[in-house]
């Protein structure tokens, strides 16, 4: 069951902070209509508050479709919203002039004027503000800001308040309308950073996979692309050989069939190079990639000298597909892997706390083939008769945990042994099957 907080828990580092922008420019609109709309009620008379109040509201709507708007033109959803940035400037000077007109020309007490000069500020800081986040030039945004502030302050001395006064309005209007487009050109470039570098780590996980395809087609082609050269060579001269009935055409054959075998065992050589996985060295990079994620990561009992290679393979890839799915899924803060080497058996335990409710359930049920997955793991972990356990435990966290039976000293020198036996064998059935082709051969 999911908790209350498994859609958060759910979103990538980059829609996190770009929710938190949002939500933090949507609340501009409700605390410029609680602070400033509604407290106008019990300070004038209602036909001129209920005016007042409708006004800020509608600028409040306004800014509030502009932020929207403005952050989804940021992240290249929709176009830049030119004419309702224009709509906003020219909705905050209208309602900031009639704050100020009303102060003068009715007979209202200081309480309803004080009220109607923050109106007048906080209407012009809060429309400056929501129109930083769609402009791209700082020229412009630098003109919006003197314009108001120089407005303001003109408007202030037309009114008849007074030099002072009017000077107070133009400094309060700078300082709250730089501040507040300060914050949000910081919080457009916050949102372009993150987003940029979830990109840009996106695309080097990309070029690294290309790259290592390139690199192993190089291998492939350095190993087996001399020996098909040959191979076609000698297979052509022992064509022609035999059109002629010599005998070399049996030892060009042979010679064939010496170069196949060895092209075989390079092509195993290579492939096995890159399927095996050292335990040691997946789990220092998986230290460096969680922590170069923001992800902290603790490795305890990670000296694997004592293991078989089969062992370490396997438990290898058990941690690469465990740091996968942590940067994959859900959104992990912390991720611990423990390495215990007990009688008889080695366990790692691979937990994160950036558990997602479906992913598990998803990996764990994803068979299509040898390497998917949880699945995958498993098949790679029955090889060595080992064993794999996955699921969440409790809310937030998930555990891995694979458990691989390890061989004793007699058997590990038994198997050793057969292995040398078998191979002496096998070469010597090898050596007998290509004399007797040559005898064949020169036979007939």
Sequence with gaps: MRGPGAWWRTKSTPAKVETYTRWSFQTLPLIEVGGFGIPL???MPLRYAGWFFALVTVHGALCSVAVSRALDWVRGRRAQPVHLLWTIGVVSALVGCAAMVLADSASLGDNARAALFATFGGVLIFGVGTIALGVRSRRRLAAVIVAFATGSGATALATGVGGTSALAALVVVLIGTTSLALTSVFSVWLLRAVYELADARETRARLA?????LRFGRDLHDVIGRNLAVIALKSELAVQLARRERPEAVEQMIEVQRIAQESQREVRDVV???READLGVELSGARGVLAAAGITCSVDGAD????PGEV???LAWVVREGTTNVLRHGNAVRCTVVLMVTEGQAV???ENDGIRATGAEEDAGRSVGAGSGLAGLRERLAVVDGTLEAGPVGEEVFRVVARVPLPSAESASAENSGSASTAGAAASGTSAAVG????RGAAS
Excluded: D, H, K, P
């Design 272 to 274: 096995r190079g890159y």
């Design 312 to 314: 370490q393979s396997a």
């Design 304 to 307: 694997t000298a004592g293991l």
């Design 436 to 439: 007797q082709a040559v005898v």
């Design 348 to 350: 790692l335990t691979v």
């Design 41 to 43: 009620f019990g300070q």
């Design 209 to 213: 996979v290309a790259e290592e395809r």
